[in-house]
């Protein structure tokens, strides 16, 4: 039998084989003599940390590979919100500067431009009848007829008018225009001072203001009350001096006036009886 010391003598031995240095081989490899398992298990186990830490390694690097994409989506939607709202908001911000403008434009325009009065309708043409003339929307009558003035007065009223009213200057040229020259063409129209000497008034009841007297009319030369024109063969007469007196009882031819479209009244004669 081996001897205690003798056993542990061998084991030292056998433990120094294991722990020797090896050498190489000619080939530069680790020679297969002297190799012992405890040093086969070390590297299978390094080996082994390896893998779990190169697998680990792997795992990660792809997790983060699929986290990051999605972070950066999400960032990237975030991002377009954000942008789409500053849109919108920029947007209104236009409009409403815009409605605001619109409003001060049509404010403007409403205090410059007046309001129009509705159109009215076009008044029918002014229209005399036969023979009549118009001149300052009144139609007027050269009678070819002689009649006192009353009765000239009467057959003006018949046809819808008056004895002739002359105001103006223009008018009298007018009507002293149309009458026809003659030895002495005389024509009554609507003044008289019959109610009162002198106090000359139209056949309207309004008192004569000035008017177109020949130089020393009236006279009263033989109870002249009635007013009429004359028209002569002489060139330098002007209508503006061309009123007379004259007796009212006188036949004379006369000027009747009317405004337009006026109706003859019935039921007087307008013949030559009056």
Same mark, same amino acid.
């Given at each position: 039998m081996t001897s205690g010391a003798d056993f542990y003598s061998q084991l030292m031995d056998e433990d120094e084989e294991d722990v020797r240095i090896p050498t190489f081989t000619?080939?530069?490899?680790w020679p297969l003599r002297g190799r012992t398992p405890g040093f086969y298990r070390l590297a299978t186990i390094c080996l082994g940390a390896l893998c779990v830490i190169l697998l680990m390694t792997i795992i990660a690097v792809a997790a983060q590979s699929e986290i990051k994409p999605e972070g950066g989506a999400a960032v990237s939607l975030e991002r377009q919100k954000q942008t789409q709202e500053a849109n919108v908001s920029v947007l209104m911000d236009t409009i409403h500067t815009?409605?605001?403008e619109k409003e001060e434009l049509l404010l403007k325009l409403s205090v410059k431009t007046p309001t129009r009065a509705p159109e009215r309708k076009t008044? =029918? =043409?002014v229209v005399c009848p036969t023979e009549w003339h118009l001149f300052n929307n009144s139609c007027y009558l050269i009678s070819t007829l002689s009649k006192t003035w009353s009765r000239s007065q009467g057959f003006c009223q018949n046809q819808g008018g008056h004895l002739a009213i002359i105001h103006t200057a223009e008018e009298q040229?007018?009507?002293w225009n149309l009458l026809p020259r003659g030895h002495w063409n005389s024509y009554w129209f609507g003044i008289t001072d019959g109610e009162t000497e002198n106090e000359w008034k139209w056949v309207d009841g309004r008192p004569v203001v000035g008017g177109f007297? @020949?130089?020393g009319e009236p %006279? %009263?030369?033989i109870n @002249?009350?009635?007013g009429y024109i004359v028209k002569t063969e002489v060139l330098t007469r002007v209508p503006i001096r061309s009123w007379y007196d004259a007796p009212c009882l006188m036949q004379l031819p006369f000027i009747c006036e009317k405004e337009p479209n006026a109706s003859a009244s019935t039921g007087a004669p307008v013949d030559g009886s009056l």
């Open positions: 000619s080939d530069g490899l815009l409605q605001q008044a =029918p =043409p040229t007018f009507l007297w @020949e130089v %006279n %009263n030369h @002249e009350d009635c």
